[in-house]
């Protein structure tokens, strides 16, 4: 492949007339009218992989709505995120780049961004159309103010001019992670826990059934929450003028999927359903189910291919339907960040017989002991003893006051100590466990391995 070396003239000047040519593009679509370009609908839930949606082939799910969508559209069996994480995923959903290659790939990061890189809701704006969000942003770039029209809870498409096209998103986070935080009497579950089906990598446990039933409860919460959107788009009369996409943004939400590069990370739902009238848009029939690879980085520029916009040259994906749609993905491309404030530390249970991070230690002339978390005390390398006190690691569990609990589920700092992480006894029952250096008070957390080996 011929790599081309721009100089600092020659790649401001590239960038000028990429930019002049998508003005005059816009100018040329703003004064058009709406004619016979689609509205488009976005409803994205959080955290839940297709196994919690009953078209996808769950019949202990209850998400009717989603699979009445599916029944009307066209369901993807193949789409995946870029990251198993949200802002990072987000961050390649608003640009169509991979954060990977803007500095952008760990969570909460808030890079700045090249300016040759035109947030998506900005070209769809120059095309003339109302660009609502309600509400999450979550971009991993810095805080931005003239990217949409409205983005808020109050975001709405109904306050664009007479005959304007929208793209409207609304997110709706009854399936998000925090949800499962706090158990819910077993009476007030609608899905029986005896009835989960849990994967084979998890410990079946009254803990783990109950977490999963839980989810499912939320998941039927979002569902009714995408039945009540679709219902609004009909009653203002706009079904049939509407493109309506849904999709998660990760995978998730228990043990070994979101922040895991999974499948059960990666992997989501994705339906879009066609109204009549734009069905020369689709891929196929009502009802089709396809196993064309789906990317984030795609959605950009398939949107720009249902308006029939020029696709920018910057966006790295392809459009996967409309007009401007390229050739089918052979591979769709991940990664895993940073994810969370500080870079992960991994610790197995004894009976594996393998501790990451005694390993990583331990090329570091690290000796560790360890109690509480992996099992009795061990070195790193039998016969190398460190010969400095402060290079001792010990790890601890912390089991004590409701306050020390409290902070751990809701990971948040204990003053004093440490930054913490949910965990999971090989009983199913949650635990902190966290690593101090013992001379300098310097925490760090730690992860179980098993779940990474599963």
């Known amino acids: 492949m011929q790599v081309q070396i721009f ?42 992989s297709p196994t919690y949606v009953g078209c996808y082939g769950n019949k202990f799910a209850a998400t009717p709505n989603i699979d009445r969508l599916a029944a009307e559209g066209i369901l993807y069996e193949n789409a995946f995120s870029t ?21 952008t790939q760990h969570i909460r990061s808030t ?91 998890l410990p079946d446990t009254p803990e783990i059934r109950h977490d999963w039933a839980q989810y499912y409860d939320k998941v039927e919460d979002m569902d009714k929450r995408v039945g009540e959107k679709l219902d609004e788009i009909k009653k203002e009369g706009l079904a049939e003028d509407t493109i309506v996409f849904y999709y998660s943004d990760h995978g998730g939400v228990l043990p070994r999927s979101k922040r895991f590069c999974y ?79 500080r870079y992960d530390m991994g610790c197995g249970r004894s009976e594996i017989k393998s501790f990451a991070i005694v390993r990583i230690l331990c090329r570091s002339g690290f000796t560790v002991s360890t109690s509480g978390i992996c099992g009795r005390p061990r070195q790193c390398v039998p016969g190398k003893k460190c010969t400095k006190k402060e290079n001792v690691i010990k790890f601890r569990a912390f089991s004590g006051s409701q306050s020390l609990r409290k902070n751990c589920m809701t990971r948040q700092p204990i003053p004093g100590k440490s930054t913490i992480w949910p965990m999971i006894r090989p009983t199913g029952k949650r635990f902190c466990g966290c690593a101090k250096r013992v001379v300098t008070g310097l925490w760090m957390c730690a992860i179980p391995v098993s779940f990474l080996r599963a």
Not at 271 to 293: C, E, M, N, S, W
């Open 7 to 48: 100089s600092r003239r020659n790649f401001l000047k590239s960038v000028g007339l990429a930019s002049s040519s998508m003005i005059a593009g816009s100018f040329i679509f703003a004064c058009s009218g709406k004619k016979d370009r689609p509205n488009i609908l976005w409803i994205t839930s959080e955290d839940n």
């Open 83 to 103: 990251a198993p994480v949200c802002a990072p995923t987000r961050s390649t959903i608003i640009t169509g780049v991979y954060p990977v290659s803007m500095g």
């Open 111 to 201: 890079n700045a961004i090249p300016d040759s890189i035109i947030l998506y809701p900005l070209l769809l704006r120059q095309a003339g159309y109302y660009c609502t969000n309600n509400h999450k942003e979550d971009y991993n770039i810095p805080k931005r103010s003239d990217v949409w029209d409205e983005s808020s809870n109050k975001a709405t498409f109904k306050n664009r001019k007479p005959d304007q096209p929208f793209f409207a998103i609304f997110n709706f986070a009854e399936s998000h992670e925090h949800v499962i935080h706090k158990p819910l009497p077993l009476k007030e579950l609608r899905h029986d826990p005896a009835k989960v089906e849990l994967p084979p990598y």
């Open 263 to 341: 499948d059960t990370g990666l992997k989501v739902p994705m339906v879009i359903r066609f109204p009549k009238k734009y069905q020369h848009l689709a891929p196929g029939k009502p009802g089709t189910r396809t196993d064309r690879l789906v990317s984030f980085v795609d959605l950009p520029p398939t949107l720009l291919s249902l308006i029939g916009a020029p696709v920018a040259k910057f966006l790295q994906g392809s459009a996967f339907v409309g007009k401007e749609q390229g050739k089918p993905r052979e591979y769709v491309y991940s990664f895993r960040g940073r994810m969370d404030e």
